[in-house]
């Protein structure tokens, strides 16, 4: 079997393999936000085009695609967010890492990720009293946006260059200016 084959059938054949799933305390939501009350608990939140307000203890991990993680309780795993907005109170606890792709982070006085905090491509508002257990990845939106921009100016002056000069020798070829 050729070398490039095996690594894409390799993960075929784990994305097909049965997993069992313990989703008794668990919230996966398509379009329906997720509130987790200061007196409750749930293990995992996900979440498609919907928000996440947990006040309450989340003891595994919160994902959310498309929508915005408001937190005021305490994370004990990852908080993830695709194209939203992550708030954190004050006194916020977030044990594992926190990642925002495409979105914005505002973090509140003394709130505490364990592990890494990243934003990448987005803005993050964080006053000095934030602690962060490893490292902190800040990503700003214009390192996405300023190469394309580029490009396309430079392709703009290479279309006006060349119409200005196909212009000159079009008109070269008249011995007086061309009537309207």
């Not at 379009?31 to 947990?54: E, Q």
């Not at 695709?82 to 990642?99: E, K, L, P, S, Y």
Request: glycine letters at 8%; charged letters at 15%.
């Amino acid at each position: 079997m050729p070398r490039a084959l095996f690594v894409p059938l390799l993960a075929a054949a784990l994305a097909l393999a049965p997993v069992s799933a313990h989703a008794s305390h668990d919230a996966v939501q398509f379009g329906s936000n997720i509130d987790v009350t200061g007196d409750n608990s749930i293990h995992d939140a996900v979440c498609f085009f919907c928000s996440v307000r947990a006040d309450g203890v989340v003891s595994g991990d919160i994902v959310v695609f498309f929508g915005d993680i408001r937190l005021a309780g305490e994370a004990h795993h990852d908080v993830v967010n695709f194209f939203g907005t992550i708030t954190a109170a004050d006194n916020t606890v977030i044990r594992g890492d926190m990642v925002s792709f495409f979105g914005s982070v505002h973090l509140g006085e003394n709130v505490s990720v364990g592990k890494d905090l990243v934003a990448m491509f987005g803005i993050m508002d964080a006053p000095a009293s934030v602690s962060v257990g490893h490292d902190r990845v800040v990503q700003p939106p214009w390192v996405i946006v300023f190469p394309p921009l580029v490009l396309v100016l430079i392709i703009f002056l290479i279309v006006h260059e060349y119409r200005s000069r196909r212009r000159r020798q079009l008109m070269q070829g008249y011995p007086f200016p061309p009537r309207p």
